[in-house]
């Protein structure tokens, strides 16, 4: 078989995708049946986000689009059978039967009186009742005669108040210390920020990009300040610092360990295997929600973890034994014995030898500078952030995407000794963020790990190198619970 003969074999074999409504038809059938974008979500294990960006005009793809569009043709049968009942006209009722003249109970009257059915005077009765035998004889009563009392009918079934539909429009709420307030109430400082970049530049997209990337700093601090109004704590911008967390030169590095590895499983089986690279989206915004210390750091020595607090511990590291299946929790370190880590990296390393895991020992805990701590801390933040980058996906809106990135990424890299931002000094914060970042990313390559997929690479805190079918395993998409493809390759022959 020639070169030819096998790509036409390949183009034979390859099967055409599901084909899907237009876009707008999507959000109309989904809209018809009342149904919320996280209903649909959760019934396809994506984001709301995801179905907002297919009703925008992106299409999924493998199974996934497979399940959507099973779900669409059964949204559009659905929705054309209920239209199909409610066009037909409701069924004629019944004329009465004639009344029988031989019934047992009907009689003939002396003296006619009036009908009961009609009020005119009839000649028979029926049951004690004056009434007409024949229908067309029971004809309407005059305005000047008594109307027949009708029956009283069945009181009507109490209505309830139907509830709006899950995208009908409403007053979202956000909390606000120990209040709620409505979210109109808060300013949006990123949409005013891309309107005015956008006015200011006539629309030009390049330079309204460029020029909100170099305000980005700034602006998540004042978005900072903004979402801290009316906060159970305050945050400490500039606390004393110990001398672990401080750069040991202009060009220096300090002494936290951030477990940030670039880990290679050391061999395959032999053969022919493709890997796909994930990239995890938005890894520093998810690693905002983090236990942050609030206060000055405190020293401690000899203390068992306290879940209470939070900072940078000395510890001795277990052996780690699973290197080639499982990339090390600590990250590509060479060097032995005791080192200083941060909070996530801690809390890691104790569930892993939690009994629930048994793949290490606990680590021994020599020092500790830490201070009460809560994950709630930047949680608004991240929350702000979170919402505009997926209305930005949602509408296609680059301007922004880039912008939110730039906020969330330059706000972690300058908290520690930065000339870029004077506002906020937490080398602490920086170091535990950027942990819990590769917290995240073991976490999922160990999920990945538990449902079959064989690892090949972890690189740094966004990237993870598998092979199998890993859209069994993580939604395909751009929102922050989910992962896209960054490459594909293929190892062995």
Same mark, same amino acid.
């Given at each position: 078989?020639?070169?030819?003969?096998?790509?036409?074999?390949?183009?034979?074999?390859?099967? /055409?995708?599901?084909?899907?409504?237009?876009?707008?038809?999507?959000?109309?059938?989904?809209?018809?049946?009342?149904?919320?974008?996280?209903?649909?979500?959760?019934?396809?294990?994506?984001?709301?986000?995801?179905?907002?960006?297919?009703?925008?005009?992106?299409?999924?793809?493998?199974?996934?689009?497979?399940?959507?569009?099973?779900?669409?043709?059964?949204?559009?049968?659905?929705?054309? !059978?209920?239209?199909?009942?409610?066009? /037909?006209?409701?069924?004629?009722?019944?004329?009465?039967?004639?009344?029988?003249?031989?019934?047992?109970?009907?009689?003939?009257?002396?003296?006619?009186?009036?009908?009961?059915?009609?009020?005119?005077?009839?000649?028979?009765?029926?049951?004690?009742?004056?009434?007409?035998?024949?229908?067309?004889?029971?004809?309407?009563?005059?305005?000047?005669?008594?109307?027949?009392?009708?029956?009283?009918?069945?009181?009507?079934?109490?209505?309830?108040?139907?509830?709006?539909?899950?995208?009908?429009?409403?007053?979202?709420?956000?909390?606000?210390?120990?209040?709620?307030?409505?979210?109109?109430?808060?300013?949006?400082?990123?949409?005013?920020?891309?309107?005015?970049?956008?006015?200011?530049?006539?629309?030009?997209?390049?330079?309204?990009?460029?020029?909100?990337?170099?305000?980005?700093?700034?602006? !998540?601090?004042?978005?900072?300040?903004?979402?801290?109004?009316?906060?159970?704590?305050?945050?400490?911008?500039?606390?004393?610092?110990?001398?672990?967390?401080?750069?040991?030169?202009?060009?220096?590095?300090?002494?936290?360990?951030?477990?940030?590895?670039?880990?290679?499983?050391?061999?395959?089986?032999?053969?022919?295997?493709?890997?796909?690279?994930?990239?995890?989206?938005?890894?520093?915004?998810?690693?905002?929600?983090?236990?942050?210390?609030?206060?000055?750091?405190?020293?401690?020595?000899?203390?068992?973890?306290?879940?209470?607090?939070?900072?940078?511990?000395?510890?001795?590291?277990?052996?780690?034994?699973?290197?080639?299946?499982?990339?090390?929790?600590?990250?590509?370190?060479?060097?032995?014995?005791?080192?200083?880590?941060?909070?996530?990296?801690?809390?890691?390393?104790?569930?892993?030898?939690?009994?629930?895991?048994?793949?290490?020992?606990?680590?021994?805990?020599?020092?500790?500078?830490?201070?009460?701590?809560?994950?709630?801390?930047?949680?608004?933040?991240?929350?702000?952030?979170?919402?505009?980058?997926?209305?930005?996906?949602?509408?296609?809106?680059?301007?922004?995407?880039?912008?939110?990135? !730039?906020?969330?990424?330059?706000?972690?890299?300058?908290?520690?000794?930065?000339?870029?931002?004077?506002?906020?000094?937490?080398?602490?914060?920086?170091?535990?963020?950027?942990?819990?970042?590769?917290?995240?990313?073991?976490?999922? !390559?160990?999920?990945?790990?538990?449902?079959?997929?064989?690892?090949?690479?972890?690189? &740094?805190?966004?990237?993870?190198?598998?092979?199998?079918?890993?859209?069994?395993?993580?939604?395909?998409?751009?929102?922050?619970?989910?992962?896209?493809?960054?490459?594909?390759?293929?190892? &062995?022959?």
């Amino acid at each position: 078989m020639n070169d030819f003969e096998a790509i036409d074999q390949l183009l034979a074999a390859a099967a /055409e995708p599901v084909p899907l409504p237009p876009a707008e038809q999507r959000r109309a059938l989904r809209g018809a049946l009342g149904l919320s974008r996280a209903e649909v979500a959760r019934a396809l294990g994506v984001s709301p986000s995801t179905v907002a960006g297919w009703e925008s005009g992106r299409d999924p793809s493998g199974e996934t689009r497979e399940k959507y569009a099973y779900f669409l043709k059964g949204a559009d049968a659905k929705i054309t !059978a209920r239209d199909t009942t409610a066009s /037909e006209p409701a069924p004629a009722a019944p004329e009465p039967a004639p009344a029988d003249p031989h019934h047992e109970e009907q009689g003939e009257l002396t003296t006619p009186q009036p009908c009961v059915l009609c009020g005119h005077p009839a000649r028979h009765e029926v049951a004690g009742y004056p009434q007409h035998l024949d229908p067309a004889e029971c004809t309407p009563a005059p305005t000047t005669a008594a109307p027949a009392q009708p029956a009283t009918p069945p009181p009507a079934p109490a209505q309830r108040t139907p509830r709006p539909a899950p995208d009908a429009p409403g007053t979202p709420l956000v909390p606000v210390g120990r209040r709620a307030q409505s979210a109109a109430q808060i300013p949006d400082l990123i949409g005013d920020a891309v309107s005015a970049a956008l006015a200011k530049h006539g629309g030009d997209l390049e330079a309204a990009t460029a020029a909100l990337l170099r305000r980005a700093i700034p602006d !998540a601090m004042a978005l900072l300040d903004t979402t801290r109004k009316g906060g159970r704590y305050d945050i400490v911008a500039h606390p004393w610092i110990p001398d672990v967390l401080r750069k040991q030169s202009a060009r220096g590095a300090d002494e936290i360990w951030e477990a940030r590895p670039k880990w290679t499983r050391p061999e395959l089986p032999a053969g022919r295997h493709e890997v796909t690279a994930l990239d995890i989206n938005g890894a520093y915004l998810s690693a905002l929600k983090t236990h942050l210390p609030i206060g000055r750091l405190e020293h401690t020595t000899g203390l068992p973890h306290d879940r209470r607090r939070a900072g940078v511990h000395l510890i001795t590291p277990p052996a780690w034994e699973h290197e080639h299946t499982l990339p090390n929790p600590l990250g590509s370190r060479d060097e032995p014995g005791p080192l200083w880590v941060t909070e996530p990296t801690l809390r890691l390393l104790l569930r892993l030898s939690s009994p629930k895991y048994g793949l290490c020992d606990p680590p021994r805990i020599h020092e500790s500078f830490t201070s009460g701590a809560t994950e709630n801390l930047l949680e608004k933040f991240r929350i702000a952030l979170k919402d505009a980058r997926d209305r930005a996906i949602a509408t296609g809106d680059e301007v922004t995407l880039e912008y939110v990135k !730039a906020m969330y990424s330059k706000f972690v890299s300058t908290m520690g000794e930065s000339n870029y931002n004077r506002e906020l000094y937490r080398p602490d914060w920086m170091h535990l963020i950027r942990s819990q970042a590769f917290a995240n990313l073991w976490t999922k !390559a160990f999920k990945a790990y538990e449902e079959g997929l064989t690892l090949v690479r972890a690189m &740094g805190t966004d990237e993870l190198h598998v092979i199998g079918d890993w859209r069994a395993v993580f939604p395909e998409g751009r929102g922050v619970s989910e992962v896209k493809i960054k490459d594909t390759y293929v190892i &062995g022959s």
